[in-house]
Structures are given as structure tokens and as C-alpha cells.
Nanobody, 129 residues
């Protein structure tokens, strides 16, 4: 049974940084896709970043607003995925969720949360002005 547990959220001032972690169990990263999504109050869930693994090699992908500020990476030995977020903005305030699929999703499918099999409970990130 796949379990995902996020941590690392909190309150930070604009311009600050946070690193989110998603500890996964019951899976391997050999062939998989791990994504980070977020949902702000009153808004739809949106894609933030993803990493796709095949044979231990990962390819990363980012939402446009995350490029240059956020970095996703994974530690296959710990089956943990991280999201380093720098230069945070108030509009980044959301609940952040990690998601997993046991396949290397084709690129056109990574943006849609419906294509992921498992989800964590989320971690709140609040960026103050």
C-alpha cells in the first residue's frame, strides 16, 4: 500500500524559502512519476512540478511560475521527494500535495492530477507580505 506523507510547510515571509518533503512508502522510484500540486482557497488544484523516473534516472518538469524558483528532486534510497521553494511570493500560499503514479507518465499527462494514483494529506504553505 502506497503512503505519502508531506512535511516542511509553514509560514514564511515573501522572498523566503521552504523545502517540502514527501516521504513515500510501499513503492520504488525505479519507474514512477512523483508530482507536487497545490490548491489555494477557492481555487482549483494546480500542477507545480514533477519528476519522472525510468531505470533510476529522473527528468524534472515545472509549471511556468515555478521555473527558476522551485527545484524538485528525489532520493531513491529514502524514497523521498523534495520541493525546494525559493523567493516565495504571497500567491504561492496554498496547501501543497505530493502525488505518485507507478508509471513514467508521458509528458502530456503529468500536469493533470487525475493521472496520479496516490496522494498525500497535504502541507500548508503560507507566504506573508
Amino acid at each position: 500500500q502506497v503512503q505519502l506523507v508531506e512535511s516542511g510547510g509553514g509560514l514564511v515571509q515573501a522572498g523566503g524559502s521552504l523545502t517540502l518533503s514527501c516521504a513515500a512508502s510501499g513503492l520504488t522510484f525505479n519507474t514512477a512519476t512523483m508530482g507536487w500540486f497545490r490548491r489555494a482557497p477557492g481555487k482549483v488544484r494546480e500542477f507545480v512540478a514533477a519528476i519522472r523516473w525510468s531505470g533510476g534516472d529522473g527528468n524534472t518538469h515545472y509549471q511556468e511560475s515555478a521555473k527558476g524558483r522551485f527545484t524538485i528532486w528525489g532520493d531513491s534510497a529514502k524514497t523521498t521527494v523534495y520541493l525546494q521553494m525559493n523567493n516565495l511570493k504571497p500567491e504561492d500560499t496554498s496547501v501543497y500535495y505530493c502525488a505518485y503514479d507507478d508509471s513514467r507518465l508521458i509528458l502530456s499527462r503529468i500536469w493533470d492530477g487525475e493521472n496520479y494514483d496516490s496522494w498525500g494529506q497535504g502541507t500548508q504553505v503560507t507566504v506573508s507580505t
